[in-house]
């Protein structure tokens, strides 16, 4: 989650920095952090079952809101801001640099997983960071191609895997019990084997598939000038406008011609609907990414973003790494017994004390101890 720019330039060095870099990545963390959350709180096979104890109330509209609004929504845009920051540090630092730092992140990742949680995404990030340098010679417009490729192949791929594959299996609704009452050594053990198992899955390939094409747009953005746009409030507001009004109309065709749910019985209806919802995938990811921009007049919001965007691979960690000491058996041993209402309070209660924190660090100009220890070992410390 700590990207090239913010490693690689000094924190007491304000001018250097670009503050949209960080409040975007900083508002990616918010998003991120409240999904993750969920996730080690009850995994995915059995969350249906969770969710159906609450179907009324503020509980259910925390829900929706959660897999409506916020669930696979902010890895893009963390993927993106990966791909601008690797365009501004990489004539700067070199390949070499950037390989050693995408080898460390793969370290921290698996580390992650052994000791933390599965659902690390830090070794995804190395892996398509190291793609990146093959394709990196590419014109930009090849690589927005292929991007949008990838992007429409990562919704269209979904039609080309059986349900059992997709859905909660066997093995998956067992391991479950070890995470609600097993003991460290066995929560390690069932970590990595349902690492493992998912990591060469169908829906594991869809989704690398995805955050690529994010992090290729983010790269060729930012290398053909598209970063000077972030500063023009006229062209994000344009911008947000045009992505919402393309999200909304989806959204009101879907709903409209009964295009949710199952999949549709022609396959040329089923081709068109994921072509559709692939855009609206984009819009609205893009709108998320453009929105604390459009916000930034909010000075303290601002500073509250901009400050935690910093040092987001710290808080990144250190979020994960309190979810599993809350949910697991060896920790306090919540798993799968909050109600949403109580995880959001817990989530929120963290984040202020995460941004509070920020703000004394930046103050400081301190870097963060993940961030610090990877810039060391990197050897650029």
């Not at 249906?48 to 009324?56: E, K, L, T």
Request: glycine fraction near 8%; include cysteine.
């Amino acid at each position: 989650m700590e990207l090239s720019q913010s490693a690689n330039l000094p924190v007491t060095s304000p001018q250097e920095r670009l503050s949209s870099i960080d409040l975007i990545r900083g508002f990616a963390l918010l998003g991120i952090g409240i999904e993750n959350l969920f996730a080690v709180h009850t995994h995915n096979a059995t969350f249906s079952h969770y969710a159906a104890q609450y179907s009324q109330g503020m509980n259910l509209w925390l829900l929706i809101g959660l897999m409506v609004l916020i669930r696979s929504k902010f890895y893009p845009i963390f993927s993106f801001v990966f791909g601008v920051a690797a365009a501004l540090s990489l004539p700067k630092q070199g390949r070499f640099y950037f390989f050693r730092r995408s080898l460390i992140l793969m370290t921290l990742g698996i580390l992650q997983v052994l000791f933390i949680w599965n659902g690390d995404v830090l070794t995804q990030y190395a892996l398509m960071s190291l793609l990146l340098l093959l394709v990196k010679p590419l014109p930009n417009l090849i690589l927005y191609v292929l991007a949008a490729g990838l992007l429409l192949f990562s919704f269209l791929g979904n039609g080309l895997v059986s349900v059992e594959d997709m859905t909660a299996n066997e093995f998956t609704q067992r391991i479950t019990g070890v995470y609600s009452s097993g003991a460290f050594w066995q929560v390690t053990h069932v970590r990595w084997r349902e690492f493992t198992h998912g990591f060469f899955s169908w829906p594991a390939l869809l989704f690398m598939c995805r955050i690529f094409s994010f992090l290729l747009l983010g790269f060729a953005f930012a290398r053909g000038g598209g970063v000077k746009k972030l500063q023009e409030n006229l062209w994000v507001q344009k911008s947000c406008l045009g992505l919402v009004v393309t999200a909304g109309t989806i959204a009101i065709w879907f709903h409209l011609a009964g295009w949710r749910g199952e999949s549709l019985v022609s396959t040329d209806l089923e081709t068109a609907k994921q072509l559709l919802f692939t855009l609206y995938f984009f819009a609205l990811v893009g709108f998320y990414l453009l929105l604390p921009l459009l916000l930034s007049q909010w000075s303290f919001l601002q500073r509250a973003l901009v400050s935690l965007g910093q040092y987001t691979l710290t808080h990144y960690l250190a979020q994960n790494m309190i979810f599993s000491l809350l949910f697991y058996h060896y920790g306090l041993g919540f798993y799968g017994k909050l109600a949403p209402w109580q995880a959001v309070v817990i989530y929120l209660v963290l984040v202020t004390a995460q941004v509070w924190l920020s703000i004394r660090w930046k103050n400081a100009g301190r870097r963060g101890p993940v961030e610090a220890l990877l810039r060391k070992v990197a050897g650029n410390g």
